[in-house]
Antibody, heavy 116, light 108 residues
Framework: EVQMVESGGGLVQPGGSLRLSCVVS????????MSWVRQVPGEGLQWLAD????????YYVDSVKGRFTISRDNAKNSLFLEMNSLRAEDSALYYC?????????WGRGTLVTVSS | DIVLTQSPGTLSLSPGERATLSCRVN???????FSWYQQKPGQAPRLLIY???SRATGIPDRFTGSGSGTDFTLTISRLEPEDFAVYYC?????????FGQGTRVEIK
């Protein structure tokens, strides 16, 4: 059974930083691209970033380029999202997802709230 | 930028009725990267359709994806109570993924 568990969310002040983690089991993590997607409660889905199997290729949506960094540790079956210079509009539920030609597995998300 | 426009925004139907959801993309792309997802309140999205027309594992055959080029459709042949949810389309192009804004299928 595939399990993907995000953690690291919480309340942070504008301008602050957070590091999200996603621990994966149930599939060969190191063989797949992985993505982060976020969703403001009650709103739609926004893809943020993805990373290839050996971490040599990373892509980001324009709104987070230069502020967010995606990374992974294949030995620990873990995906990360380092978020800096956080803004109120970054408040959302953050999901990790198994990437490929589609997103067939998702975690349950971790909530990030940016507020003073 | 690639934009996916879903219509209608909300679809009000009764159980047993047919639902037809549309997703239009503002430029052509490889449809093998086109997918549909279902999301229920408090849950993560669930993959329904990939490659525009292939059902994901465990998805009932009342869900059908079709289309190519820039126009895609998700059809639910006979709505079951558990099908009332929000549906998103998604595509990949120019090294990024884009989602549509969603169609809510609600009970009439």
């Amino acid at each position: 059974e595939v399990q993907m568990v995000e953690s690291g969310g919480g309340l942070v002040q504008p301008g602050g930083s957070l590091r999200l983690s996603c621990v994966v089991s149930g599939f060969p993590f190191g063989s797949y691209w992985m993505s982060w997607v976020r969703q403001v409660p009650g709103e739609g889905l926004q893809w943020l970033a993805d990373i290839n199997q050996d971490s040599k290729t990373k892509y980001y949506v324009d709104s987070v380029k230069g502020r967010f960094t995606i990374s992974r540790d294949n030995a620990k079956n873990s995906l990360f999202l380092e978020m800096n210079s956080l803004r109120a509009e970054d408040s959302a539920l953050y999901y990790c997802a198994k990437d490929g030609q589609y997103f067939d597995h998702w975690g349950r998300g971790t909530l990030v709230t940016v507020s003073s | 930028d690639i934009v996916l426009t879903q219509s209608p925004g909300t679809l009000s139907l009764s159980p047993g009725e047919r639902a037809t959801l549309s997703c239009r993309v503002n430029q052509k792309f490889d449809s093998k990267y086109f997918s549909w997802y279902q999301q229920k309140p408090g849950q993560a999205p669930r993959l329904l359709i990939y490659g525009a027309s292939s059902r994901a594992t465990g998805i009932p055959d009342r869900f059908t994806g079709s289309g190519s080029g820039t126009d895609f459709t998700l059809t639910i042949s006979r709505l079951e109570p558990e099908d009332f949810a929000v549906y998103y389309c998604q595509q990949y192009g120019s090294s990024s993924w884009t989602f549509g804004q969603g169609t809510r299928v609600e009970i009439k």
